[in-house]
């Protein structure tokens, strides 16, 4: 059975995760009999293969979160012989088999999350990756965390890279990316690309700042498109007024699938102003799509882009300055990195990332459901 509570709203990264993992493995012959997903809202499932019957499960769509997870999950995996908790957290009395995959946590960082939110989420992520029989990790950097805030023991988590899912990689028609940019900004434009969570540690309004100067300096017709969730409820679209740049930025909090691969593969440049990340999947994303990347140094790049992206040693707007310039005004460097990303994603793939899960969940599972 498999927690699929990320799958049941808008599919940002964990939710795409469980996804891709199970349209592997409907095409994959597995260890059990049949893949469950369970979840307390309505699941749509596209693209699956015919070799492992998956079956939806929905029901408790009226509690709140957490007592779903933690009171009605465990009652309907109840004899399971796998429970596979793919997003940090596990039901802590459930008695069976947990295999439980974290994708990054940023204890090092004091300052990202308000105390609430971490006294709400910190003691769960540990306590279920404490009970979990074993913890996938999505970089040796967040093996290390686990260890180190966590102290689960190292012989108990395995390292698993995640990947791009195919449609990044694919060769879209010109057309479609110019229709798909008209929709998302307005006009026809060149622009440069952010995607994820608006949180602290991505510095989105050093960005902000950065790419006015820039644009201004050089006299760029370019745009700026932020996509993902604002959690940290960061004034957009002041900022890009206090800059002057009020008609120059675009924000939208989520975007399908198939209308984000094209935007990416029409971006001039994906700038991802990181310090810490558990691994970057939109930097995977990116990379795919054949777009030049522009981050800065922080604990997983070397895991994840490796050289294949041009990175900075601080998020300060001084050095954002010069590293949207070195791209953006050289089409060579930017036809390089593009090229280097493109080769350095296909090193990672869906395939081996469900193989491999698979091979830790039917290790780790019980005998057989009771």
Same mark, same amino acid.
């Given at each position: 059975?498999?927690?699929?509570?990320r799958?049941?709203?808008?599919?940002?990264?964990?939710?795409?995760?469980?996804?891709?993992?199970?349209?592997?493995?409907? =095409?994959m012959?597995?260890?059990?009999?049949?893949?469950?997903?369970?979840?307390?809202?309505?699941?749509?499932?596209?693209?699956?293969?015919?070799?492992?019957?998956?079956?939806?499960?929905?029901?408790? @769509?009226?509690?709140?979160? $957490?007592?779903?997870?933690?009171?009605?999950?465990?009652?309907?995996?109840? @004899?399971?012989?796998?429970?596979?908790?793919?997003?940090? %957290?596990?039901p802590?009395?459930?008695?069976?088999s947990?295999?439980?995959?974290?994708?990054? $946590?940023?204890e090092?960082?004091s300052?990202?999350?308000?105390?609430l939110?971490?006294? =709400?989420?910190?003691? &769960?992520?540990?306590?279920?990756?404490?009970?979990?029989?074993?913890?996938?990790?999505?970089?040796?950097?967040?093996?290390?965390?686990? *260890? =180190?805030?966590?102290?689960?023991?190292?012989?108990?988590?395995?390292?698993?890279?995640?990947?791009?899912h195919?449609?990044f990689?694919?060769?879209?028609?010109?057309?479609? $990316?110019?229709?798909?940019?008209?929709?998302?900004?307005?006009?026809? !434009?060149?622009?440069? $690309?952010?995607?994820?969570?608006?949180?602290?540690r991505?510095?989105?309004p050093?960005?902000?700042?950065?790419?006015? &100067?820039? =644009?201004?300096?050089?006299?760029?017709?370019?745009? &700026?498109?932020?996509?993902?969730?604002?959690?940290?409820?960061?004034?957009?679209?002041?900022?890009?007024?206090?800059?002057?740049?009020?008609?120059?930025?675009?924000?939208?909090?989520?975007v399908?699938?198939e209308?984000?691969?094209?935007?990416?593969?029409?971006?001039?440049?994906?700038?991802?102003? %990181? *310090?810490?990340?558990?691994? #970057?999947?939109?930097m995977?994303?990116?990379m795919?799509?054949?777009?030049?990347v522009?981050?800065?140094?922080?604990?997983?790049?070397? /895991?994840g882009? @490796?050289?294949?992206?041009? #990175?900075?040693?601080?998020?300060? *707007?001084?050095?954002?300055?010069?590293?949207?310039?070195?791209?953006?005004t050289?089409?060579?460097?930017r036809? !390089?990195?593009? /090229?280097?990303?493109?080769?350095r994603?296909?090193?990672f793939?869906?395939?081996?990332?469900?193989?491999?899960?698979?091979?830790?969940?039917?290790?780790?599972?019980?005998?057989?459901?009771?």
């Open positions: 059975m498999v927690n699929a509570l799958m049941s709203d808008q599919r940002t990264g964990q939710g795409r995760h469980i996804e891709f993992l199970i349209q592997q493995w409907s =095409r012959k597995i260890p059990f009999d049949r893949l469950t997903l369970m979840s307390p809202g309505e699941l749509h499932l596209e693209n699956l293969g015919d070799a492992t019957p998956v079956n939806l499960r929905t029901f408790g @769509g009226w509690l709140p979160t $957490i007592l779903w997870e933690q009171v009605c999950l465990p009652e309907r995996a109840r @004899g399971t012989a796998m429970l596979f908790c793919p997003s940090y %957290t596990s802590l009395f459930h008695r069976g947990v295999v439980l995959a974290n994708h990054g $946590i940023y090092a960082l300052g990202e999350f308000p105390l939110a971490r006294l =709400r989420s910190t003691p &769960l992520q540990r306590y279920s990756a404490r009970q979990a029989r074993r913890v996938i990790a999505n970089s040796l950097a967040t093996r290390a965390d686990l *260890v =180190r805030f966590f102290h689960i023991p190292e012989a108990k988590i395995d390292t698993i890279y995640p990947a791009a195919d449609f990689f694919q060769r879209h028609d010109p057309a479609s $990316i110019e229709a798909e940019v008209v929709r998302t900004i307005g006009r026809k !434009a060149p622009y440069v $690309i952010f995607v994820g969570k608006l949180a602290k991505r510095n989105v050093n960005l902000i700042e950065a790419f006015a &100067l820039v =644009r201004r300096e050089l006299d760029l017709p370019h745009h &700026l498109l932020i996509v993902g969730p604002n959690t940290t409820r960061l004034p957009v679209a002041e900022l890009a007024c206090a800059h002057g740049i009020n008609d120059a930025v675009t924000y939208r909090p989520y399908e699938l209308p984000l691969a094209r935007l990416y593969a029409g971006a001039d440049l994906f700038a991802l102003p %990181t *310090v810490y990340e558990g691994i #970057s999947q939109t995977f994303e990116a795919a799509s054949g777009t030049a522009l981050t800065v140094d922080h604990p997983t790049l070397e /895991e882009a @490796g050289n294949a992206a041009l #990175s900075l040693p601080t998020p300060s *707007v001084e050095n954002l300055v010069k590293g949207l310039k070195s791209l953006l050289n089409p060579e460097l036809r !390089a990195y593009a /090229e280097k990303g493109r080769q994603a296909k090193r793939t869906w395939e081996t990332v469900a193989r491999e899960t698979m091979e830790i969940l039917d290790r780790e599972a019980s005998p057989a459901d009771s």
